[in-house]
């Protein structure tokens, strides 16, 4: 079964709109951390945010902001004002105490174009 | 700090011959991971390595993939023969582990294969 589902394969924005892209894991353990990683079309992946299950404290980081939910099993990212700059493919991933917290299982992905 | 680098950066090669993809992590840190990225499987895990140690290499397709790593500065990852299917974006990583960053990976910018 898929651990990290990221079911908005592509999405367009145009400049200065606010955008959300969705991530929906799957676990059984307790304790397990959440990320988000940024691949510019450079091509290397960049981690943007970790979250561990206990701490369900939204956050923004400028732009940036992150909502989890463990209700949903939801861990969604919102950019506002999307810029340019933000184009790029977005991955959601996951990694479980149980599995080794090092271990990521990264979702499939959402490539983001704001379009100027 | 220089970053993880990665070497080749494109390597073409036809079916049969042997590839061999280097990596060097951050200085300092304990974990590097070989991923391998497609377009029909996205990121896969296939080997991670704790102070040089091989800790879960469930993740590698078979037999014809290897990886070492002989010292804290260096790793490898050989396919010998190679088949097209092989052809994908191979990524390296590292993280200061559990003290440092749990779950931070400091990604290379990845060695593109093509095999004919």
């Known amino acids: 079964a898929q651990k990290v589902t990221q079911a908005q394969t592509e999405i367009s924005v145009v400049e200065k709109e606010d955008v959300t892209l969705d991530c929906v894991y799957e676990?059984?353990?307790?304790?397990?951390?959440l990320f988000w990683y940024k691949q510019p079309p450079s091509g290397e992946l960049v981690f943007l945010i970790r979250r561990n299950s206990f701490d369900e404290q939204n956050e923004i980081s400028g732009r940036y902001s992150w909502n989890f939910q463990k209700s949903t099993s939801s861990f969604n990212f919102t950019i506002t004002a999307s810029q340019v700059v933000d184009s790029a493919v977005y991955f959601c991933a996951l990694s479980e105490e149980g599995t080794g917290a090092n271990n990521l299982f990264f979702g499939t992905g959402t490539r983001l174009t704001v379009i100027p | 700090d220089a970053g993880v680098i990665q070497s080749p950066r494109h390597e073409v090669t036809e079916m049969g011959q042997e590839v061999t993809l280097r990596c060097k992590p951050i200085?300092?840190?304990?974990?590097l991971f070989w991923y391998r990225q497609t377009m029909m499987r996205g990121l896969e895990l296939l080997i991670y390595f704790n102070n040089n140690v091989p800790i879960d290499d469930s993740g590698m397709p078979e037999d014809r993939f290897s990886a070492k790593m002989p010292n804290a500065s260096f790793s490898t990852l050989k396919i010998q023969p190679s088949e097209p299917r092989d052809s994908a974006v191979y990524f390296c990583a590292s993280s200061p582990g559990l003290a440092g960053g749990l779950g931070e990976l400091f990604f290379g910018e990845g060695s593109r294969l093509t095999v004919l």
């Open positions: 200085s300092g840190h304990d974990y």
């Open positions: 676990t059984r353990d307790t304790t397990y951390y």
